[in-house]
């Protein structure tokens, strides 16, 4: 058995119950196995991927908080430190029903090689809580963040570990957990990313994963000799991601028609509402059912359904294993040229196959989400030096590491024979800075 299978039957013997993290691994490992089986006598005595596929350190706790009739509950929160051979780590956190450890891990994983290809000194890790912050109020919200804070504030640091938003994790959130953490540690540091302008955010960084997204694939369709103009998109997601994707598209000369929530979908043949999807969403926390309200010659639909609608291009920005082989038939049949996650794989194995094999354009979201991390690593940069940038800078500066990005990943995919095929191309980019920077580090 080969260096990479062995590992990957480990992987899933010790980390039983993890689907996602085991799905993370393998699509990873199968992805550099050339750079493996190339070194794979010096690798395997180091241990390399051993090490690699190990959390630095992972960290379970309680979170017990009051609700507003004064009962208490108990939420799991978590924190798994993956990876600091090239920097702190660095990854958000999500709030959801359905977190778990596999989850975070799964993430965290994703999140080393995702930093690595933004060329920033960032490492890699992930957080979150099973909490559930819709339907509860502003104060029930603040009491479970500092709780939350209370522990994980232990194991963090500037210089250490910088978590960041993610899904159920937004400004409000953050604002929450910085005040806690400041209040307990007696620092004001730049501890966590996506805080407000009023205390150490940055410009552009609520618009930085959905803008990123649209910068990497409008280069890419411009190195194929096209670009996002004129384009008909489809979106799924009604949250950060979507909502600036789907603006920045608008900006670059495209229509999107569709998002969705985890309720339903809407399809407007006249091009999404940006400014209602932002009331909805952002404003009323709200469901898309409302969408109609706004704009009376949409549709709104029960259940998924997005990808049957015809495209150009498809933006999956909502969560992980949303868009199936079945809907990658659909999106083929109705020729559709390019996938692009916004969302941390989104895509199942199968169907993502199945796009490659069909000749459609397909970037990873360790790729092709990386704006929002880089731009957090910018809002680092910027707490370092007590300094605030414009949005034009920061935007600047995203569209720039977008654009390397793709070339990155397109120069290590033809270097190892894998030209087009850019999940090889990102995984193998990512891996080599971070394998890099390990053998340098020695056996730690």
Not at 367 to 379: C, F, I, K, P, R
């Amino acid at each position: 058995m080969s260096y990479v299978d062995e590992v990957i039957a480990e992987v899933i013997a010790k980390n039983p119950d993890e689907p996602e993290f085991h799905q993370a691994v393998r699509e990873v490992l199968e992805s550099i196995r050339p750079v493996i089986e190339a070194n794979e006598a010096q690798f395997r005595r180091d241990a390399l991927l051993e090490r690699l596929v190990n959390p630095e350190r992972q960290i379970k706790f309680r979170v017990p908080w009051i609700d507003d009739n004064g009962d208490v509950h108990v939420n799991t929160g978590y924190r798994v430190q993956f990876n600091s051979a090239i920097g702190p780590y660095k990854g958000g956190l999500r709030l959801h029903p359905s977190v778990n450890i596999g989850i975070i891990k799964f993430l965290g994983f994703e999140q080393i090689f995702k930093n690595s290809l933004t060329g920033l000194p960032i490492g890699g890790g992930k957080g979150g809580s099973d909490f559930d912050p819709k339907g509860k109020s502003d104060r029930e919200v603040m009491r479970f963040c500092q709780s939350f804070m209370t522990e994980l504030c232990k194991y963090i640091g500037a210089d250490t570990d910088v978590p960041a938003g993610d899904i159920g994790t937004g400004g409000r959130e953050i604002g929450y957990m910085f005040g806690q953490y400041k209040k307990i540690r007696g620092l004001f540091e730049g501890v966590l990313t996506g805080k407000g302008l009023t205390y150490g955010g940055s410009l552009a960084r609520t618009e930085a994963t959905g803008y990123g997204l649209l910068y990497i694939t409008d280069e890419m369709l411009r190195c194929h000799g096209e670009s996002m103009k004129d384009k008909t998109v489809v979106v799924s997601g009604a949250g950060n991601v979507a909502i600036y994707a789907i603006q920045k598209a608008q900006q670059l000369g495209a229509k999107v028609v569709t998002c969705s929530d985890s309720t339903g979908w809407v399809y407007d043949p006249d091009g999404i509402d940006v400014a209602a999807l932002k009331e909805i969403k952002e404003v009323k926390r709200a469901r898309l059912t409302e969408y109609k309200n706004y704009r009376p010659n949409s549709e709104y639909h029960e259940g998924r359904g997005v990808w049957q609608i015809k495209c150009d291009v498809a933006l999956p920005c909502a969560t992980q294993n949303e868009l199936h082989l079945e809907d990658a038939k659909q999106l083929v049949a109705n020729g559709c040229k390019a996938v692009c996650e916004g969302a941390n794989m989104p895509t199942t194995e199968d169907a993502t196959k199945f796009l490659q094999d069909s000749g459609v354009w397909f970037i990873p979201g360790k790729a092709s989400n990386a704006g929002g991390v880089a731009t957090s690593a910018l809002e680092m940069s910027q707490n370092s030096e007590r300094l605030s940038w414009s949005f034009e800078e920061v935007d600047a500066q995203l569209k720039k590491i977008m654009e390397n990005v793709y070339h990155n990943i397109d120069n290590a995919a033809k270097k190892y024979g894998f030209e087009g095929n850019y999940v090889v191309g990102a995984n193998i980019a990512g891996f080599e800075k971070v394998l890099e920077a390990m053998n340098a580090q020695g056996i730690v």
